[in-house]
């Protein structure tokens, strides 16, 4: 059955980069061409005498004409052949250059596809393997509480498909676990709370940084900040005092630059780029503590400021510090501030935009948006709030949605006063899940997204980014890393009311449905199909607003996906292993699965080798951990019946 995802993400990214590249190549050796017939229309050389061949002449005198042209005045002729000659193996040579760098390109993202190291292209799977183990210790994070498995919903795929009720119930009661978690550090928010009352006050500007999940929590944060806030007493702008940036640019909030969180010198310099001074405050949030480019931009902020940054994560001190030695700097950095919010293990084994993102946007957003209050009576009101909502409707919506898709069929969110928030949740189910990401509404593809987002007051896409956003867009243009953190790429996409129109012409053929999330009177109105529901939020401050829609699609969208069976257990077997971060991943989902089977005697290297064996031998879309889990258990029964 057509699922609506045969494509995964990164054949969609690695498209557009040649595409986009191949296209800036094509402009280049057209420029040269031009070039070169200017050259020769506007300037005749004349052939050098052996006087002026013998005598020493100065360069580049006159800025207007090549260093080896003739003086002016010199008698023109034909153009020398030997001097022809040359321009035109000149151009060869550039021709050969570039058809060269463009294969160079599509070799990498090969690799790339391939998942480990867009420089090793041409190697073996064996010899690949052996280059990940030289360094697998760099990238080994199982012992973090937030990569492993949580004890509670070992059974949660299985519920999903079978047991919706109890599956809410149990994901609600892990996000309220984390809550309390939170509401026992307190007393490190209201710290925090004074140096965001002492920042403002001196009428310096507040920074907040995240990468993935946290970098859309910062920007969410932002939105809230400048909706909020509008002029001061004596008449100045409050609403610029706080910006957010994220890993890859705003274009980020949209699907994930790769590699761009490996880069600790990319955050600093995107830090220095938004105009980070003296006096001006960071606020830094990393799930596992570990980000090098969050860490990279934390640490640029220590020395540029006397105004030390603030750095919160969700894993003990002792294991960080054990463990992580990029962690070990900042915790020893006396000019940074630390603040551990260790919630534990996520209900789906690394999916850190769950609980800890959860609790990350709450401790963040009331030391920002409430820091003239205490701390724990705001997240004790919010869990108050979570334990008094019914989350039980969601069971409804969770196998509407997820029938749409096994239909092969398509859904456009459809809001008005929540877009970050939804957008948030539905950018990130690409990449915990292999879906294909949001695509520009103008290109023709193979496949597309399964779901889009509209806003519904948008006139047009540049509108439509504005509301996002409450702010234009910052892009941050760095084509020679990657051209789509240009302004230009992020103009294609299209959130307009207009996008659920050009969502039809761009996919004909297929049913296209709605789900409107929207502020209707005291609540919260979800509408899918003929299924309606409103949640009472009268009273809610815009903060809980957000993060209870937050924690409800969280909720939503990962049950919507155990039912089509994007996870198993609750792992994220469908993880893409593109980087030594989620190499190491997929080798401990393959532990785990084995050790599950009563195959527990499999090595770290032994899985390792079989992983790159399996990513090179698998198509597009499929499990390569769930490949690799069923090689290596074929293999052993194979063996035990020998």
């Known amino acids: 059955m057509e ?31 031009h070039q070169t017939v200017r050259f020769f229309t506007s300037w005749r050389p004349s052939l050098p005498s052996e006087k002026s ?29 030997d001097t022809a000659t040359l321009l035109y193996f000149r151009l060869v040579i550039e021709d050969f250059t570039l058809s060269a760098y463009a294969k160079r390109i599509a070799d990498k993202n090969e690799a790339n596809r391939r998942g480990w190291g867009g420089s090793m292209g041409g190697k073996t799977s064996d010899e690949l393997a052996r280059d990940f183990l030289r360094v697998a210790h760099l990238y080994r994070l199982g012992i973090l509480p937030t990569e492993q498995p949580h004890p509670g919903t070992a059974g949660l795929s299985h519920w999903a498909r079978h047991d919706l009720p109890r599956a809410v119930d149990v994901l609600k009661g892990v996000d309220m676990s984390a809550l309390k978690t939170l509401h026992g550090r307190a007393d490190n928010i209201d ?173 963040v957003g009331a030391a920002l948006l409430h820091s003239q209050t205490s ?148 609540g919260m109105e979800l509408r899918l199909q003929a299924l309606t529901h409103t949640v009472p939020v009268s009273g809610l401050p815009e903060l809980h607003q957000h993060l209870l829609l937050k924690q409800m699609l969280n909720i939503h969208s990962t049950l919507v996906m155990g039912r089509l069976g994007r996870y198993k257990s609750n792992l994220m077997t469908w993880v893409s292993p593109t980087n030594g971060k989620l190499i190491d991943r997929a080798v401990r989902y393959v532990q785990h699965l084995l050790a599950h089977a009563g195959e527990a005697e499999r090595t770290y290297e032994g899985v390792v080798h079989r992983l790159f064996v399996e990513m090179e031998r698998s198509e597009p879309g499929e499990p390569v951990v769930l490949r690799t889990y069923r090689a290596l258990l074929r293999r052993s029964r194979e063996r035990t019946l020998v």
């Open 53 to 81: 061949a013998s005598a020493p002449r100065a360069s580049g005198s006159d800025g207007n004409r090549p260093p080896h042209a003739p003086d002016p005045g010199t008698a023109s002729k034909p153009p020398h052949q």
């Open 191 to 363: 710290r925090l709370a004074a140096a965001v009352r002492a920042t403002l006050s001196a009428g310096r500007r507040i920074f907040l940084c995240g990468c993935g999940a946290t970098g859309r929590l910062s920007l969410s944060l932002e939105f809230l900040w400048r909706q909020e806030n509008g002029n001061d007493q004596n008449g100045k702008s409050r609403r610029d005092q706080v910006r957010a940036f994220m890993a890859g640019g705003d274009i980020a909030l949209v699907h994930a630059l790769e590699g761009f969180e490996d880069h600790p010198d990319y955050g600093a310099r995107h830090l220095e780029q938004m105009g980070f001074t003296d006096g001006d405050l960071l606020i830094s949030c990393t799930e596992g503590g570990e980000t090098p480019y969050v860490i990279g931009a934390t640490e640029r902020a220590a020395e540029l400021s006397s105004n030390p940054p603030y750095f919160l994560y969700c894993n003990a001190d002792s294991i960080l510090a054990t463990h992580v030695e990029r962690f070990q700097r900042v915790y020893d950095n006396k000019g940074i501030n630390n603040i551990c919010l260790d919630v534990g293990p996520m209900a789906l084994a690394g999916s850190t935009r769950m609980q800890a993102s959860t609790v990350l946007q709450l401790a």
């Open 375 to 522: 701390a724990g009576p705001l997240i004790e009101a919010y869990i108050d709030c979570i334990a008094n909502t019914d989350f039980s409707f969601l069971t409804d919506f969770i196998a509407a949605e997820a029938g749409i898709y096994a239909a092969g069929e398509h859904l456009t969110y459809r809001v008005r006063d929540y877009g970050i928030t939804v957008l948030t949740d539905t950018t990130e189910r690409a990449p915990t899940f292999s879906l294909v990401p949001f695509d520009q509404l103008k290109e023709r593809l193979p496949a597309h997204s399964l779901c889009y987002v509209a806003l519904d007051d948008a006139a047009d896409p540049e509108d439509a980014w504005t509301r996002l956003l409450n702010r234009t867009p910052h892009s941050l243009n760095w084509p020679e890393v990657d051209t789509r953190t240009t302004s230009q790429y992020l103009n294609g996409f299209d959130f307009s009311a207009g996008a659920t129109a050009q969502r039809q012409k761009q996919i004909p053929g297929r049913r296209h449905h709605e789900f409107r999330i929207r502020r209707s009177g005291n």
């Open 3 to 33: 699922m609506g995802y045969p494509t995964p993400a990164w054949v969609i990214a690695s498209r557009h980069r040649i595409r986009t590249q191949v296209t800036q190549l094509s402009w280049t050796r057209s420029h040269c061409r």
